[in-house]
């Protein structure tokens, strides 16, 4: 999950949400046994909002980063769930209803991530079903706000938001063999961190095998990077090559790549400090001259010289 600025809504779309909105807001107003229908909602899965999420998120879903958009739909998730939230194991209804069509309240998401599948997770011996759903734990359940007309701001969510204040960097670390483990802030281990695991299934196993293939081409890649630095500072040929795998290692790092958390994650902690230049450092790649053999150098004589066979 990365920390993601959101920018603002069209505003012809902005002013439908609202006024679905206020709709909402006034059918929740009525006594309960005339609100007793559940409101239908249908200003969340308006295209234009679809295409700004897909665009902010660059086609992946916004908890897992795995990329979606050509191989299963995208769910519009409501990050606080609209229709009912899960409170001690039983679905309580309404939910944040006033919030449906809010745009600071929609993600998008692969339906692994948002809703309750059966997973084979580490920490538990059998199948069990796991999904974001309607679960919406906070740090303080006496806290919730169940109202339009509630101050929202007392609320500390535990399941982080990657539009939202905290950084995911700083609650959630990678590691090789593409599993993910709350992160340590002082002496404690961050209850959002876990939270946020448990409750997306990111440690489900397709997805531990998809980031461990990541992390396998970024290990390498920072391993030829190690083993070409000796020849690197005097043979030409060596630093150019070391320059195209530092290159590559920073094409991990657009935008569009998926599980860039994990590739921050794991380039930091096998050289900290390497992150912070690279991008600095692959500009400077791209500008060396590539090596002029005559004869032009084969690839197998290529090869053999980078691998020093």
Not at 42 to 47: A, D, G, L, M, S
Not at 102 to 110: A, F, G
Request: include cysteine.
């Amino acid at each position: 999950m990365l920390k993601v600025e959101r920018p603002p809504l069209a505003a012809e779309t902005l002013a439908r949400c609202a006024l679905e909105r206020e709709k909402a807001i006034a059918h929740y107003s009525k006594s309960h046994a005339e609100a007793d229908a559940d409101f239908s909602f249908r200003e969340y899965k308006n295209p234009a909002i679809a295409e700004a999420l897909e665009k902010l998120f660059h086609g992946k879903c916004a908890y897992c980063e795995t990329v979606i958009a050509t191989v299963q739909p995208t769910d519009i998730e409501h990050y606080r769930p609209k229709g009912g939230v899960i409170i001690n194991s039983r679905l309580k209804k309404p939910g944040y209803y006033w919030l449906a069509a809010d745009w600071d309240n929609l993600l998008p998401s692969c339906i692994f991530c948002n809703r309750p599948n059966r997973h084979e997770l580490p920490e538990h011996e059998r199948k069990r079903a796991v999904g974001k759903g309607n679960e919406f734990p906070l740090e303080d359940d006496a806290r919730r706000v169940s109202r339009h007309d509630e101050n929202i701001e007392n609320e500390v969510p535990l399941i982080l938001n990657p539009c939202g204040p905290d950084d995911p960097d700083e609650h959630l670390a990678f590691e090789p063999d593409g599993s993910v483990r709350a992160r340590k802030i002082g002496n404690t281990t961050s209850a959002k961190g876990e939270a946020t695991i448990r409750h997306l299934a990111l440690q489900r196993p397709a997805l531990r095998r998809e980031r461990k293939k990541r992390a396998e081409y970024i290990l390498a890649n920072l391993k030829q990077v190690e083993q070409l630095m000796p020849q690197a500072t005097t043979d030409v040929d060596a630093r150019y090559f070391q320059g195209q795998i530092l290159i590559r290692l920073h094409s991990y790092l657009q935008s569009d790549e998926p599980y860039i958390a994990l590739t921050r994650s794991l380039i930091e902690q096998q050289h900290p400090g390497v992150l912070a230049n690279l991008a600095a450092i692959a500009e400077r790649a791209r500008a060396l001259p590539a090596p002029i053999h005559n004869p032009p150098l084969s690839l197998d004589l290529a090869l053999k010289k980078l691998y020093r066979l």
